[in-house]
Antibody, heavy 117, light 110 residues
Framework: EVQLMESGGGLVQPGGSLRLSCAASGFTFRSNWMHWVRQAPGKGLVWVSRINRDGSNTAYADSVKGRFTISRDNAKNTLYLQMNSLRAEDAAVYFC??????????WGQGTLVTVSS | QSALTQPASVSGSPGQSITISCTGTSSDIGGYNYVSWYQQHPGKVPKLLIYDVTNRPSGVSNRFSGSKSGNTASLTVSGLQAEDEADYYCSSYASSSTLVFGGGTKLTVL
């Protein structure tokens, strides 16, 4: 059974940093592109970032470019999202998702990031 | 990276059919056959309904179908049931292997 389990969310002050993790199991992690998607409370889904199979190619939404860094450790079956210079508008549930081919077939339960002083 | 355009809400009675539109540009929907649709019930994780414009994953009801014409994709839900009441999101592949979502459509079953 495919499982994606996010962790690392929490309360952080504006300008602060957080690192999200996503532990993957039940499939060959190194064979899949992976994405982060976020959803602010009561709002819609927003694509954040993606990474290719070996981590050599990444892409970001304009709103997080230069502040967020996606990475992966295929030996640990884990996806990461390093978030720096956090803003109030970054507050959201962050979902880790699997990409078998330009769509997202499995989603984690999400981890909540709150940005507030 | 502009969001795709969806109607904020649609509604229909049980047994009827509804269609949700999703409009993009030639840089996303119009340029690739990589449109997907997701259903999200309140407090739940999004669920994949349609991928590659028309394909349904195993286990998804055949009451859900997708199509595309030019820069606009559509999701049709036939034989509406109470359990279909949820938020629906379209998504498309865009340049440089990025994705873009629509703003979401709330489906109400009357």
């Amino acid at each position: 059974e495919v499982q994606l389990m996010e962790s690392g969310g929490g309360l952080v002050q504006p300008g602060g940093s957080l690192r999200l993790s996503c532990a993957a199991s039940g499939f060959t992690f190194r064979s899949n592109w992976m994405h982060w998607v976020r959803q602010a409370p009561g709002k819609g889904l927003v694509w954040v970032s993606r990474i290719n199979r070996d981590g050599s190619n990444t892409a970001y939404a304009d709103s997080v470019k230069g502040r967020f860094t996606i990475s992966r450790d295929n030996a640990k079956n884990t996806l990461y999202l390093q978030m720096n210079s956090l803003r109030a508008e970054d507050a959201a549930v962050y979902f880790c998702t699997r990409d078998p081919g330009n769509y997202l077939d499995y989603w984690g339960q999400g981890t909540l990031v709150t940005v507030s002083s | 990276q502009s969001a795709l355009t969806q109607p904020a809400s649609v509604s229909g009675s049980p047994g009827q059919s509804i269609t949700i539109s999703c409009t993009g540009t030639s840089s996303d929907i119009g340029g690739y056959n990589y449109v997907s649709w997701y259903q999200q019930h309140p407090g739940k994780v999004p669920k994949l309904l349609i991928y590659d414009v028309t394909n349904r994953p195993s286990g998804v009801s055949n009451r859900f179908s997708g199509s595309k014409s030019g820069n606009t994709a559509s999701l049709t839900v036939s034989g509406l049931q109470a359990e279909d009441e949820a938020d629906y999101y379209c998504s498309s592949y865009a340049s440089s292997s990025t994705l873009v979502f629509g703003g979401g459509t709330k489906l109400t079953v009357l």
